[in-house]
Structures are given as C-alpha cells and as structure tokens.
C-alpha cells in the first residue's frame, strides 16, 4: 500500500537515476525518527527515506540490535539452514581460501564457512553480537562498520555480504571498496531480504 506524503513535503529524489518519481511504501519509527520505505517508479529501487547517514547507520545498531540470536542455538535455528546452502552454492565457484563475512550478526556464517576448511572472520557493527560470536563460536569478529577502503588491497579469496549492502550508505561506492578488497580472481557474495 502506497503512503501518501504528507502537506508540504516533497517525495525524494531517488539515489540511483535522480528522478523525482519516488513513492512512500511503508514507515517505521526507529530511534524517535520516522523512517520509509520508498520506491522509484522509473528505476524501481527501493531505498530508505530519508537516507540514513553514517551516524544513523551506526546507531540502528547499538544494544539489543538482534538480541534474539545470542542464545544457544538460536542463530542456528534462523540461519542454519540458509547458511548451509549458501556454504554448498559458494564451494562450486570457490575453493576454500582467506574470507570475510561483512556483518557477520553472531557469526554463524563464519563458523560454517570455517567448518568447510576457508580461512573466515567477520566483521559486525554491533559488539555485543561481535563477543558472542567470538566466545561461541571461536570466530574471528572485528567489531565496528567497515570501511573495506581501511583494510589491505587483495586480502580475500572470498567477501560475503548476506543482507547487508542495502545498509551501506552509498552500495555502489560500497562494492568498488569490496572489489579492490579482492584477490584477483576472488568472489564476492552478496544477499538481500525479500522485500
């Protein structure tokens, strides 16, 4: 269901193809700030409205962000699944090698990936979520947003971004970043949620 913009405003230009065609599908409030879901009727992006800076970015995901998964077991049943097949479907294009899973929550996806013999770590926003990786899981979890511009060029085999471009500021500028993060020949993964 469309909804309607309010008196006064303007829809916003959408941040692929600049148009002003942009509709409002849903809204949430988050952090006392309403937040849209909106839509480019010439693209067909969807996209957050108002776009979300790096300090929103970074608070979205303070304390209790995805509290839920920092119980035994939990992780496991909401992702165990997806995260396997995704192991099965990356092993036919790639040979296990150095990996990062960018916004790896608890790290789940970092276990599995160890578990098939790649060289993983994570990298969360959030630290609680960062610790119980770690302590759970044995993995290797920086904590904070990555800036894939701040680690060593040529790095990884393998960059995995499961649901998490979308939470970049800028995907596009976000993905040139991942590239140069790539061995020659290296592969990237990326998801998104259904929307």
């Not at 990062?100 to 599995?112: Q, S």
Request: proline share 6%.
């Amino acid at each position: 269901m469309e909804i309607p913009v309010g008196a006064g405003s303007t829809p916003s230009v959408c941040p692929l193809c600049a148009q002003m065609t942009t509709f409002r599908l849903a809204v949430r409030t988050l952090k006392d700030r309403q937040w849209h879901v909106a839509e480019c009727r010439s693209c067909e992006l969807v996209f957050t409205d108002p776009q979300p800076n790096e300090d929103d970015i970074r608070s979205f995901y303070d304390g209790d962000y995805h509290s839920e998964l920092r119980q035994p077991g939990a992780s496991e049943k909401a992702f165990g699944e997806k995260f396997d097949g995704y192991c099965e479907w990356l092993l036919r294009y790639a040979n296990p090698g150095r990996s990062l899973d960018i916004g790896c929550a608890t790290g789940l996806f970092v276990k599995k990936l160890q578990d098939r013999g790649f060289q993983a770590e994570g990298y969360e926003a959030n630290a609680l979520n960062a610790e119980w990786g770690r302590s759970h899981y044995g993995a290797t979890i920086q904590t904070g947003l990555l800036n894939p511009r701040a680690l060593q060029a040529g790095s990884y085999d393998l960059i995995t971004l499961c649901d998490v471009l979308e939470h970049t500021v800028n995907p596009l500028e976000y993905l040139r970043g991942v590239r140069e993060l790539l061995h020659p020949g290296g592969h990237a993964m990326v998801t998104f949620p259904h929307i």
